[in-house]
């Protein structure tokens, strides 16, 4: 891995745990189904502003296909 990739690893992660510590704090003040639906409208509305159409649909073909890889949250960060 060269020190770029390096780089943006650490900035995705540092920018996972900055959301997902903000997204629980709205938990106390929202219900979990209002703040994901606005975590995705955000989400894919970044990807179309900052993609171009084609590289969109990879885009949102890519989160399709990861349907059964993705993750629930620990239920005691929920509740």
């Known amino acids: 891995m ?13 920018a996972f745990d900055d959301l997902y510590r903000y997204t629980i704090i709205m ?7 209002i703040i994901a639906a606005t ?4 989400g894919l509305r970044i990807y179309k502003t900052v993609l171009d159409d084609e590289g969109y649909k990879k885009m949102t073909e890519s989160i ?11 239920e005691k960060t929920l509740h």
């Open 39 to 42: 975590l995705v409208t955000i």
């Open 2 to 14: 060269d020190k770029k990739e390096d780089k943006e690893n650490k900035d995705l992660q540092e």
């Open 27 to 33: 938990g106390v003040k929202f219900k979990w189904n």
């Open 64 to 74: 399709s296909d990861s349907y059964d890889k993705i993750k629930k949250l620990e």
